[in-house]
């Protein structure tokens, strides 16, 4: 009888889930990463060269100047950003949802932007800007601004305005219950304004603070465009800079990719052990039956946030987009700033119906629809399984949900290689490399932990005891999901699909590595036409592209919380709801 209840509890719909989430982060993450990594010790074994080469490349980090100074570059600048983006996105998302003013939507608008716009057309932006015959000297006449951005601060700067989007999202999805009860609990016990934020508002959106905290500094430290871009002004090697140059120069260094890449998932590993100590250490449910969505109000300072708000928005959307706004109507950057030098023909370029971005651009955004609606689901049974259950892997689901944004794009391209191009799955119909499939599922892997992130900080404020209740009532779990849970975190939902989404279409590294030939994507053709020296085309491409992007998300976003709305009167309007209720209050 032993035998069989636990062979019942280990066929339970919880661990069936927990096992099946294993099975898929298993197959499209750490197979990949592992391949990668064997190169350390064991160069050329999917070649049929394997041999053991020893533990001491491993050390040699610590030995060489330019792996030194990268893993420190590193670790500066995604510390810095993590530390100054989740300040910035948490006060941004605070105001946003508390205070009404005029351009609150330009605010969602340019937080979208910046999540998608591809990370090294940002940095074009700023280089254009800031260098010596940039914008700022002959435009403005300010020269200090290239003194400050080509220095490591001004290269933490840059980062937090690209990336603080993270924080943004993950804190205003979780600001959308509000659960003012607590906080006039604690004034009626003499606290004021700020103790009352201090203790007990803020305390209930740390879960939203560290998982935006976490996106960030995980993005940074494996972000490869914006760092590489700026290099060609200002030498900052970081590790994803170093791993590109161990694959793209001769002879190709694979052990020392691996070596660099061990240590990004370390230090990944360890940030997110960190997030989950403290989130296990508290208790962050607040949701209750008298909570109600925020509502904005308006106030004295609204004129005074609107105004801070358009300046923000002009300093960080307004100088890299508006630098490459520039220099797409621009004939050459060289003949500078004057009425001749303007043109249009970049743009009717891109009106041809045989465009290389038109077909790139309908192939990125199928494969990140795709991407985001299967990443979406993974990840909602993901956070399931770490939040509501004791599967005994939560651990290594929680690692491996997270490790693809560990890696550059590049070496998880590589390690797609590896894995999918072997001769034997042909026979089982599985030979993906040279085939859209490799792209759909790197794109999913690079989408998980993105949506797993997200919808984690909302899943986390759901009382164990709701779900529980309606499981006393002999609901099933399909029902409890999907009557109980999905209600309340709806938002989290709706943000870490589209989130996934946007990000997905503009992906560089896994496109570049992984396209097969006769299936041009989005970035790639942009990355043609810089390679071409094409900037005007590739500017005009990438502004066309990201709005229509933009214009798309903002679309769904405005009908889903159209919906939410509509189906939360309908709720209230049900003549079946009881409003007042004893039974209701003693839950």
Known sequence: MKVLSRISRSLSTPSMMGWIVTAILFILIFLPLLAVLLQIVLPGMFFGEGHFAGWDLLFEIFERELWRKSLMNSLILAIGTAVLGTALGGILAIFRKTVEFRTALWLDFTAWA??????FILAQGWVLFSSGKGIANQIFGISWVTEFIFQPLGLIFIMTLCKFSYAYLAVTAALEWNVARYGEAARLCGANVWSAFRTVHFPLILPAFLSGGALIFMDT????????SLAAVYSFPT?????????????IRFDMAGVLSFYLVGIIIIAMAIQMWVLRKGKF????????????????YSLLFMIVNI???LIALGIPLGSNLLV????TIGNGISLNNFTVDHYLSLLNIESTVIQGLIHSIVIAGVAAVVSLGIGFMITYVLVFTNFKLRPLIDSLSIISLAVPGVVLGIGYIFIWNQSWLESINLHLYGTPWILVLASIAGAIPI???????????????LLSSAALQGAPLISRIR??????????????????????????????ILYPPSFITLPVAINRAFEDLNYGYATAATITSGTAVVIIIMIIKFLGERSFNKSASHVQEDEYVVNHSKHIEEF
Do not use: W
């Open 239 to 251: 590790l994803p800079y170093s791993i590109y140059t161990a694959l793209y120069t001769a002879p």
């Open 328 to 331: 797409s109507f621009m004939k």
């Open 114 to 119: 910046l999540l998608i716009l591809p990370s």
């Open 451 to 465: 949506s797993t992130r997200l919808i984690l900080s909302s899943m986390t404020r759901v009382p164990q005891s």
């Open 483 to 512: 009557y109980v849970l999905v209600p309340l975190i709806k938002a989290s939902l709706l943000t870490a699909v589209l989130t996934a989404f946007g990000t997905s279409v503009f992906d560089l590294a896994i496109s570049t």
């Open 285 to 300: 449910h607040s949701l209750n039956e008298r909570a109600e969505r925020y509502k904005p109000k308006k106030g004295k």
């Open 221 to 228: 430290i494996g972000d490869f465009g914006l760092p590489a």
């Open 311 to 313: 300046c923000f928005l």
